[in-house]
Nanobody, 122 residues
């Protein structure tokens, strides 16, 4: 299971931290975790990913320098710290788990959380 939390309403320029607790077979020590988002009327898009083993990260270009993905291997939890939020960051954010090392496409992830809504007011 993947349990995402931390969404909410924030003003532009503000910050939020999303959390995703992983359990059971969703955890693949050779794989990683990712965050995706889906805005109304748009396709789901990749935001960031991290590997469980080395903590290697990769970001969507538009969030680089503003978002930071991290993981806690003891708690089996992945975080997405979002700073300097913009109205265009408004979306439902999903965490996902993959057995692959460097997955970026949605179809490369086997498990998905329920989504948490982030609304950024301008």
């Amino acid at each position: 299971q993947l349990q995402a939390s931390g969404g909410g309403l924030v003003q532009a320029g503000g910050s939020l931290r999303l959390s995703c607790a992983a359990s059971g077979r969703t955890i693949s020590t050779s794989g990683g975790m990712g965050w995706f988002r889906q805005a109304p009327g748009k396709e789901r898009e990749f935001v960031a990913r991290i590997t469980w083993k080395t903590g290697a990260t990769y970001y969507k270009e538009s969030v680089k320098g503003r978002f930071t993905i991290s993981r806690d291997n003891v708690k089996n939890t992945v975080y997405l710290q979002m700073n300097s939020l913009k109205a265009e960051d408004t979306a439902v954010y999903y965490c996902a788990a993959s057995s692959r090392v460097y997955p970026t496409r949605p179809d490369e992830y086997e498990y998905w959380g329920q989504g948490t809504l982030v609304t950024v007011s301008s």
